[in-house]
């Protein structure tokens, strides 16, 4: 995860210092997204054991709309599920997370028209589940993201994107029949790859 989140600020570093002539302009154009990728989750802890967290595969798609020749609005929802198990390997069942993001882009100028690196950040809504044998229910909560990206525009309307964000949340609780019996932290880094189409 230190490795991504590097990765992240260096691309933050790298759009913040690019050139100063207009990249491709959105303002006032709406756009829909859609994405697939890798989730790298925090790992989270069920009866006093720590629960180690697999990658897992992220899918979504949203709206993106330009307010300005610089900033834009973004709206999406992301899926992801990872598996968890304990240090000895045994397997723990597996959790799932639904992203509601709400956020805003700063998309920076380039020398380059069809690139248009961007920084962004914004709020979102984590709404977790967690199949194990037994069953068990995880607390939906409220975080924050920030994020990094490029797009590239193959014409005025189709355009291919890649994207580091970084999503911070609080832990929240496990419940299992039998009460509270754990922490799942839903906090994480996700790099994705995707298509966004401009209807105007």
């Known amino acids: 995860m230190k ?16 050139g100063t002539a207009l990249a491709e302009n959105i303002k006032g154009r709406l756009g829909i997204t859609g994405k697939i990728g890798f989730y790298l989750p925090g790992d989270s802890d069920f ?23 610089n900033l834009a609005a973004e709206v999406d929802v992301t899926y992801t599920k990872f598996g968890a198990e304990l240090v000895s390997g045994l397997d723990q069942g597996d959790f799932s997370v639904t992203n ?35 069953g068990a229910d995880v607390d939906p909560t409220v975080g924050v993201h920030l994020c990094g990206g490029l797009d590239y525009f193959l014409t005025k309307h189709l355009v291919l ?40």
């Open 47 to 69: 009866d006093n054991y720590k629960l180690e967290t697999d990658a897992g595969f992220l899918g979504g798609g949203g709206l993106i709309y330009g307010v300005t020749d």
């Open 3 to 18: 490795r991504l989140i590097a990765l992240l600020c260096l691309t933050l570093t790298v759009a913040a210092g690019s």
């Open 161 to 200: 994107n890649a994207e580091v964000r970084g999503v911070v949340a609080p832990e929240v609780d496990i419940d299992a029949p039998g009460g509270k019996s754990g922490n799942f932290d839903p906090s994480g880094v996700a790099a994705t790859f995707g298509v966004r189409l401009f209807f105007n």
């Open 100 to 134: 509601i993001a709400m956020g805003v882009q700063y998309r920076f100028d380039t020398p380059q028209p069809k690139l248009s690196p961007y920084a962004g950040g914004g709020i979102d809504i984590l709404i977790s589940d967690y199949d194990r044998p037994g």
